[in-house]
């Protein structure tokens, strides 16, 4: 073990002046890799999400009229990448049923523009009442002030499971409105979904160690000597005399 | 020490000195006196009086603080969250001529006892929501017996002792709760046991295994410095954490505990309800043996994985969080190990000394000829106070350290070229040491001024130079533009507005940097008296500089006591040593590095921490300047001063002094205030 460790130390002692540099230079390819290939983060903004006794549920079934629920609200000076509701379930199992929802952005003529159209799989909820993700498929569109709509879709043939609901809380949220449409009537909640806005940013993990490390090992590097080691019997240098050591 | 056989006689020996005192001389109360332990019930005892009468009690300046800070963070908050900011209202406080005050009840139960009674331990039990307290008279033939004494009732345990110590017939009890409580409830407990106290012991071993140690192991002592730091580090370090326990008594704890805590798990973390409290300080604390019991108890039966809170974190971590690797190894070790509460705080304060003592360790080796002043330094009672904590500061002191006594090595051999392994060594040092407080590594900068024999040539040496200033360059410039880190507090971190200090009101980043440019003359005026009314409240009592966080500060002697020793050390050699000096340059530099570190060590507290253009500076602290120490004691290296006796004296009047201060401070301290 310790002719091992000698042996290392033999070579390292040896070939120093190849392998610091090298080091060196994967510290600063690592620097530079860091900054090319972020890490893309979620960041979740809890924009409503205080629970109380007084909330309530909208249902996306009233009687036998399908309801669907719009939520308009201003994003941040970046897109938005999905929200997370309140999805209560009813006690049902809901498989194969799906949440269908909609992100629509509005264009500087009052009209809204549709972007993103996803379903999420209400039968792989875990438990009845869950806070879920839903992410917008082409969310670098999602800027400005937008409008999502959900609707549910149930599985087809399936008649015994219950609608489930969106949670809603009296909290109104400046520049957001909660409305449920049934029959094409639109009718403005008192009140908010409760939502958070999900967003994402860039991390650089690694950057911050690279870029030391890299000056760190440059500055080890220039301690070593680069000197060729002197032989004997040969000329040292242009137009000089013979070495005689 | 002759042998293995010598060595393990002399432990045995010293402990049963050491169990044989704790019984003669601390449990003399049980042996004398041998009363049953004696429980009244006052809700169905008649002979018992109650009396429930209302008061106000006057709220300290800590609690008015903490009321202020609150509503100037929630008025942030609003701002923030672009809300109308509403003043909530406390019922339960009352303002009278300006004072602010807290409704509450006294429930004084008086009772007459049987016999005389001898009692140790006296409890009091009853179901409380909020925190309460009580204090009690004993009599003797009606006469008072000794003042009365308070004790606290945390309602987390439902207790609180007070420990008595004397003989009477009867007793007055004072309880203070905020609302009327139950008398039914209330139970009352006089006890006598016998009982050894474990760290009382294991103090009195400590104290008789230095001695000896310093007395009989001579070679070891003058030759191996190193490992006589690490033998009294590990030892009083120990004291440390078991005496202290579960109580968060070190400099912001909780925040650390956090920190340690969530790193000591992947990408889930699970939160048991006692961290949980333990990271917002809010476990109960104890003031004796008895209510450690109940505390212990609490948090174990609150140390459920079942129930655990389950929140998520990202896989990368800020690069600065990796000081915590020794604390959150502690904990990751308990919970592999499924090791109670107590005992996974415990590990996690263990990682961080084993840490402290292994890099301090290869300070003093490596520290020649002034090795003596090291472990001097690493034997400071606020560095091992803070090594036996959870903390970052052990990390950012003992690597600090090491990185001086390298440099101090380069220093001191100035025609020797400087090696890779020197470098990688110093820089190494001063970036771990650097990550959290990375105003420190401005120290690093010494190394820009290297005279040119040291390297291979002028090129190598520029760039060498240059790329020392890029280090320190981009750690400064972490601090005015942090990489961004995955969590929800992106937008509130980015936001310069919002940056300062949230334990002070008033404090703005960029509100404070605005008034320095716009006063330079009167923040200098600021700084410079600071700077100089510190130095002279620490050297002539305005003061106190050793200490042990939370539990207390000594005397401002015990800071001169560290001052003449450290002088003594780094002034005087033996007649045969010869030692050699940093030179005349690198004195003014090294005077002129402590000078510029200490103005940006105080200018970041201005920043952060202090209100806008408040005329002092607030939140800084003594310890802020350890790693100046050896930088300015290496500055009196000279080999002109020498004393008749040997290096072994030196040592052992080094080693005592420290050695004894520490001990006296965990006697002082942690046995006899919160242990008894």
């Known amino acids: 073990m310790k002719n091992c460790f000698n042996k290392f130390l033999t070579f390292l002692n040896k070939n120093l002046q190849v392998i610091l540099p090298m080091i060196t230079l994967f510290c600063l390819a690592g620097f530079i890799g860091s900054l090319v290939f972020p890490n893309e983060v979620l960041d979740t903004n809890r924009a409503n999400t205080e629970e109380s006794e007084e909330d309530f549920y909208i249902s996306f079934l009233r009687g036998e009229e399908p309801v669907e629920i719009a939520y308009e609200m201003t994003t941040e000076a970046r897109p938005l990448k999905g929200v997370q509701v309140g999805i209560h379930k009813n006690g049902s199992a809901l498989a194969g049923a799906n949440l269908i929802y909609h992100v629509y952005v509005k264009q500087g003529d009052g009209s809204y523009k549709l972007v993103s159209e996803n379903a999420y799989d209400l039968g792989s909820q875990t438990y009845d009442f869950q806070y879920v993700y839903l992410p917008f498929s082409s969310s670098d569109l999602c800027e400005g002030k937008v409008k999502i709509t959900f609707c549910y879709q149930p599985a087809a043939g399936n008649t015994t499971d219950k609608a489930p609901a969106l949670r809603v809380n009296a909290t109104l949220l400046e520049n957001t409105v909660t409305k449920y449409i049934v029959k094409k009537q639109e009718q403005i909640v008192e009140g908010g979904l409760l939502i958070s806005y999900i967003y994402s940013h860039d991390t650089y993990p690694f950057l911050y160690d690279f870029r030391i490390l890299t000056f760190v090992f440059l500055a080890a590097t220039m301690t070593l000597s680069y000197k060729k080691p002197e032989k004997k019997g040969v000329w040292r240098k242009k137009g000089g005399d013979f070495n005689e050591k | ?676």
């Open chain 2, 1 to 676: 020490m002759k042998s293995k056989g010598t060595v393990g006689f002399a432990i045995l020996f010293i402990i049963t000195i050491a169990v044989v005192l704790e019984c003669v001389g601390f449990q003399f109360h049980a042996v004398t006196n041998k009363e049953k332990p004696l429980v009244i019930k006052p809700g169905a005892d008649k002979q018992v009086e109650v009396v429930v009468q209302d008061g106000l009690a006057k709220l300290t300046e800590d609690e008015v603080k903490a009321i202020e800070v609150e509503r100037e963070n929630r008025k942030l908050l609003a701002e923030y969250n672009n809300e109308e900011y509403v003043e909530e209202v406390d019922e339960s406080l009352v303002e009278k001529d300006g004072t602010l005050y807290r409704k509450i009840k006294q429930t004084t139960i008086t009772t007459k006892l049987p016999a005389v009674y001898y009692a140790h331990e006296f409890k009091v039990e009853c179901a409380l929501l909020e925190k309460g307290g009580y204090s009690v008279t004993t009599y003797l033939q009606d006469k008072s017996v000794n003042k009365s004494v308070y004790c606290s009732i945390n309602p987390k345990i439902g207790a609180g002792v007070a420990l008595l110590n004397s003989s009477f017939d009867s007793f007055s009890v004072v309880l203070t709760t905020e609302k009327e409580i139950d008398t039914d409830s209330i139970t009352i407990s006089l006890s006598n046991d016998f009982s050894l106290n474990w760290l009382r012991i294991a103090i009195i071993a400590c104290v008789m295994g230095a001695i000896a140690l310093l007395i009989f192991s001579k070679k070891f002592v003058k030759d191996k410095p190193e490992w006589v730091f690490a033998i009294f580090a590990f030892a009083i370090g120990s004291l440390l954490i078991w005496g202290i326990g579960t109580n968060q008594v070190s400099f912001d704890e909780y925040v650390h505990a956090k920190k340690a805590y969530d790193f000591s798990f992947g990408t889930t973390i699970e939160t048991t309800e006692s961290a949980m409290q333990m990271k917002g300080n809010l476990l109960p604390f104890f003031y004796n043996r008895a209510e450690r019991k109940l505390v212990e108890a609490y948090e174990q039966e609150n140390h459920d994985y079942s129930w655990a809170d389950i929140t998520y974190q990202s896989r990368f971590r800020r690069s600065e969080d990796r000081v915590y690797y020794p604390n959150s190894a502690g904990f990751f070790i308990g919970r592999k190990l499924g090791a109670d509460f107590a005992t996974s705080v415990a590990l996690a304060k263990y990682g961080n000394l084993l840490m402290y003592i292994v890099v301090v360790f290869f300070a003093v080796k490596l520290a020649n000829k002034f090795n003596m002043l090291v472990a001097l330094i690493g034997l400071l009672p606020n560095n091992l106070f803070i090594a036996s904590a959870i903390s970052y500061d052990g990390v950012v002191t003992a690597f600090l350290l090491l990185a001086t006594v390298l440099i101090t090595n380069e220093l001191l051999e100035p025609e020797k070229k400087i090696t890779w392994q020197s470098t990688l060594g110093i820089l190494f040092a001063y970036v771990i040491g650097s990550l959290t407080k990375p105003v420190y590594i401005v120290m690093a900068l010494m190394l820009v001024f290297l005279g040119k024999k040291k390297f291979e040539n002028r090129f190598q040496e520029v760039v060498f130079k240059l790329s020392v200033c890029v280090v320190a360059g981009l750690m400064l410039y972490a601090i005015f533009k942090p990489l961004p880190a995955a969590g929800g507090d992106y937008q509130l971190v980015g936001n310069a507005s919002f940056l300062g200090d949230k334990r002070n009101v008033g404090t703005s980043f960029s509100g404070q940097i605005s008034y320095i440019l716009a006063n330079p003359l009167t923040y200098t005026k600021v700084l410079l008296g600071s700077m100089f009314g510190m130095l002279w409240d620490y050297l002539f009592g305005g003061d106190s500089f050793i200490g042990y966080a939370y539990l207390g500060f000594k005397s401002w002697i015990w800071t001169w006591v560290c001052v003449v020793v450290a002088f003594f050390t780094a002034l005087f050699s033996e007649k045969n040593e010869k030692r050699k000096s940093i030179g005349l340059k690198y004195i003014l530099l090294n005077l002129l590095m402590i000078f510029g570190t200490s103005a940006i060590v105080l200018t970041s507290m201005y920043v952060s921490y202090t209100p806008v253009g408040a005329e002092t500076i607030s939140g800084v602290q003594g310890r802020y300047f350890i790693p100046l120490f050896l930088p300015f004691f290496s500055c009196l290296f000279q080999d002109k001063c020498k004393i008749s006796f040997s290096k072994l004296w030196v040592n052992r009047i080094g080693f005592f002094v420290m050695t004894g201060l520490n001990l006296y401070m965990v006697t002082d301290l942690v046995l006899v205030a919160m242990n008894l």
